[in-house]
């Protein structure tokens, strides 16, 4: 889930346990959208999807839904396990009775809390069949993150990976939301640093072992702009145009990167390919 306006909390530099625990935390949060894969397809709702990842985290996980009830200063308790974000639906989208249809994308977040640790990550689904251009927005979101993630290393900065994000969505004709950005995690869901998704190199804070943040960038095919729906908690894309997100949780390590979110059906690092 994205960070939200909250009282600052100091980055805590992680300690080697810490770090083994949000390895495991982190595992456990990418294995529930495994699990809810094959569930994403025409004819379901988002509520049967929350309801279902909610009982395996619970039931099977022995973790706990970190965004259940959630409420952050001036918001109301978030009342689902999940955020379900559809098409233009930017962030936070509120799984219920809306029935997917063959040709939307949906953004599935998920956070569990292991042992007082927390897993955060997110992917795009395509349901059924979609199109042209939902398809290269995903992909590019994806592209977006993973450049993002490859920035990260000891000794350089926030800034870096926010300019090498907005770079490339630009260069590809997308836009990228600014009110929402990515967060340290740990034992709480949401801590300093604030992780921006566009920014010049070279500024904000200077990254070192041992900070664990999410990388999440949310990416418009239309403009920037964004608006809350009346629910207090949706946020949709203000030209109605589609919007994309992807999420891992990181680990600044000595000499690069560490992503902590990763399953056995994770999305390979395009990198690697």
Known sequence: MNSLPRPVVKPKIKTAVDIKHMRVAGRLGSEVLDYITPFVKPGATTGELDKLCHDYMVDVQHTIPAPLNYAPPGYRPYPKSVCTSINHQVCHGIPGDRLLKNGDILNIDVTVIKDGYHG???????VGEGSIQAKRLCDITFECMWLGIHAVKPGGHLG???HVIQRHAEKNGFSVVREFCGHGIGQRFHEDPQVLHYGRPG????????MIFTVEPMINAGRREIREMNDGWT?????HSLSAQWEHTVLVTDDGFEVLTVSRGTPPDPAAA
């Not at 946020?235 to 030209?239: H, L, N, Y």
């Open 120 to 126: 955060d990550t997110s992917r795009m689904f395509i």
């Open 160 to 162: 870096d990976i926010g």
């Open 203 to 210: 500024t904000l804070e200077l990254l070192v072992p041992g």
């Open 235 to 239: 946020i949709v894309t203000k030209d």
